[in-house]
């Protein structure tokens, strides 16, 4: 009788402990996982590992924001914090982190890493990278080894009254940018800023009745940005020896929506107004300068923009002061100055828009008038809403212009007059005409060195190449 019921006891543990390291395999397989990814940047797959955060975050959407860590790069690495210190701060903000192993592939370095940069927010965007269908689709990065990320920074506080919609839109929210910096740098390194051509706002959920936290925070959205014009631009800063950051776009409210108080519904649709986008684009400039000493930053600061964001941006680069702009916002007397620029496809004088009927521009010369009464009429407060009438002197920011004959000919027309003006000055411009199709970003080797060379030779950054 003992020997069975010694025998049962032995069995019943044993099953036990099975159960047991079934759930432990169970949990920790849920925490990391490893595999293989295929690489255009070395041409063969390489190795990754994924670890999910002890206390994850969600976005709005219930997904996970996640970090793409790339790591074993054919550069020097700048942040001097070992991989694991920098993965494991990671994974305590809540991000999902997914290291990509480059293993000193030759050509894990600019330019070719930006073709993988690609790649992988179109996956995430197609909501399949790695497996995993659930990471965030705007809150998601890819991040060079030694960087870091401080997510959410605010840098002005909206207005609800400029654009006024939705109507319950009473409180004025945060705008925020994301900063990536080398963290514990051995040099400082200099920083690029964008505007997000992906607007944030405030919205109505009519079911609640309530204002949600829906479309805060888009400027990441991938749909709409990175992923959508297979932008690797910004991504790719860190390969070149620079941090990058990118911000809320100034327009706080859907980009075909907005109006005057009292005005007509749509009166914005399709563009920005000032003094509010000066004002934050100043802003944004001098919380970035005035944080980048805490983070190892050397203070010079290039603007890079497209689209909307072209248009945001410009507002950065022009010398002229002005009270109503130089003092709202954060960090009042830090310089909003910026040592250069790249700005593509975008508006920079609205007075320019009747140059040519119905060239791309239908809804502004419609809509312009509503806002601003007629051009004859107002033609000081016409100018004072495009980013040409801050230029004023040679001090100017110089300036890169980029775009496509065949995209919408007042783009054209546009950057023709903004550089011809800065040239009449004595400020240094380029172009770069033709890289690609239509109403996009560069993404060949040829035209993104075109671009990171211009930066380097303003903003000097580290040599970081073996």
């Known amino acids: 009788m003992k020997y069975n019921s010694i025998s049962f006891l032995t069995f019943s543990s044993k099953k036990y402990f099975f159960v047991l390291l079934l759930i432990l395999s169970v949990t920790l397989s849920s925490w990391a996982a490893s595999g293989k990814w295929t690489s255009k940047t070395t041409g063969s797959t390489i190795e990754y590992k994924s670890t999910e955060s002890k206390k994850p975050i969600k976005d709005y959407a219930g997904n996970y924001p996640t970090v793409v860590y790339l790591k074993n790069l054919a550069i020097k690495k700048i942040g001097r914090n070992s991989v694991k210190k920098d993965v494991n701060w990671l994974l305590s903000q809540g991000y999902r982190v997914i290291e990509l192993n480059y293993a000193k592939n030759s050509n894990a370095k600019a330019l070719k890493i930006n073709e993988d940069i690609i790649a992988i927010n179109d996956s995430i965007a197609a909501g399949n990278f790695c497996g995993y269908k659930n990471c965030s689709q705007y809150k998601s990065y890819v991040l060079f080894e030694g960087y870091r990320i401080a997510r959410d920074v605010s840098y002005f506080i909206d207005n609800p009254k400029v654009y006024n919609t939705p109507e319950q839109y009473t409180v004025g929210d945060s ?3 994301d900063i990536i910096y080398p963290a514990n740098p051995k040099v400082k ?4 800023l964008s505007f997000s051509y992906s607007n944030s706002y ?4 009519q079911v609640k009745g309530t204002l949600n936290d829906a479309y805060k925070d888009q ?14 631009f910004l991504e790719g800063a860190p390969a070149n020896g620079m941090a990058w950051a990118i911000a809320d776009h100034p327009k706080y409210c859907p980009w075909g929506k907005g109006k005057p108080v009292n005005g007509a519904n749509d009166t914005y649709k399709s563009y920005e107004t000032n003094p509010d986008a000066a004002q934050k684009v100043k802003s944004a400039i001098r919380t970035l300068r005035a944080l980048g000493k805490q ?4 203070g010079k600061i ?10 945001a941006g410009s507002m950065a680069i022009g010398d002229k002061k002005i009270t109503e702009l130089e003092n709202a916002g954060f960090h009042i007397g830090v310089s909003d100055d910026v040592q250069a620029a790249t700005l593509g496809p975008g508006v920079f004088d609205y007075t320019l828009i009747y140059n040519t009927a119905d060239d791309g521009d239908k809804n502004l010369e419609l809509r312009c008038p509503w806002a601003w009464d007629s051009l004859e009429e107002n033609r000081k407060l016409w100018e004072s809403m495009g980013s040409s009438y801050l230029v004023e002197t040679k001090t100017t920011a110089p300036t890169l212009f980029f775009y496509n004959t065949d995209d919408d ?10 550089k011809a003006k800065l040239d009449h000055l004595g400020i240094p411009t380029s172009t770069l005409v033709n890289y690609g199709k239509g109403h996009a970003i560069p993404q060949t080797a040829s035209s993104l060195n075109t671009l990171y060379s211009f930066f380097k030779n303003y903003l000097n950054p580290p040599k970081i190449i073996k």
Request: charged content about 10%; aromatic content about 18%; overall charge negative.
């Open 295 to 298: 983070m190892g930053l050397s």
């Open 202 to 205: 405030a919205n109505y959920d």
């Open 175 to 177: 705008l925020h940018m």
């Open 189 to 192: 390194v200099p920083v690029i």
């Open 409 to 418: 000919p007042y783009y054209q027309d546009q950057i023709t007059h903004f």
């Open 302 to 311: 290039g603007v890079f923009g497209f689209s909307r964001g072209s248009t």
């Open 219 to 232: 400027r990441l959205n991938l749909a709409y940005s990175f992923a959508g014009f297979n932008d690797s």
